[in-house]
């Protein structure tokens, strides 16, 4: 197996470097790779990305399923991992996913913790155990073969919001899925500024809105409106 670990980035000096020394550290053999596609940081995030000895890239489209697309088009691996900037994989991940495509899984991910000890928090984390597509999350971090990708089709990129779940819906329906019983460690922050419940509200009126159809710019809207977070985090 080499990995292709594909990393989409914006403002996220503060993370990166403890990411990428993460993946390396418990990447113990030359069979992987680190790609880092930026969406035009006003920070350091490409610089140490690079210095660190990513390779870094500039997508030349907006939004993370453009970054993630773009990452797949630069990797040279085999197997494609995916993760968010501000989460940190299981220190076993490159042999659990081995381990996985040795049991002939051909997608999955893991489960989730917060980097925070509030027990609320903890009830979310607790429910990512159950192998339902309801429970499943970009920031879970996702693996899939190459021969999948090219079957199942890549990230939509007119997609700003949802591509996620999108995509694992579709890896869902066509390969084996294989749910890894560890946590990714995931931030805590877009619960800096939010309740518990109104995140969940938001998130849940998301779900309902991609189910009945609704457009991309009223789903960001609609989130934008309920919950504060990240500027430009879309």
Known sequence: MYLSIIIPTYNEENNIQKLIQHLQKHCNNNSFEIIVVDAGSADNTFSKASQLGAKTFISPVKGRAGQMNYGVQ??????????????????????????????????????????????????????????????????????????????????????????????????????????IPKATLVSARKYDENSWLKVQL????????????ASQEEMIATYHNLLKYRANAF
């Open 202 to 213: 938001a998130n849940l009126k998301i779900v309902k809105m991609y189910r009945t159809g």
């Open 74 to 179: 630069q990797a040279i691996g085999d197997v494609y991992y995916f993760v968010h900037a501000d989460s940190l994989p299981v220190s076993t991940f490159y042999d659990d996913i081995q381990q996985a495509l040795t049991s002939n899984f051909t997608c999955g991910s893991f489960r989730f913790k917060f980097d925070s000890e509030k027990f609320i928090l903890k009830v979310n984390s607790f429910f990512t155990r159950f192998n339902y597509l309801f429970f499943r999350g970009g920031d879970q971090t996702i693996f899939v073969t190459k021969a999948l990708w090219e079957k199942a089709g890549t990230f939509k990129e007119e997609m700003l919001i949802m591509e996620d779940y999108d995509f694992l819906e579709r890896i869902w329906k066509q390969g084996k899925f294989k749910l």
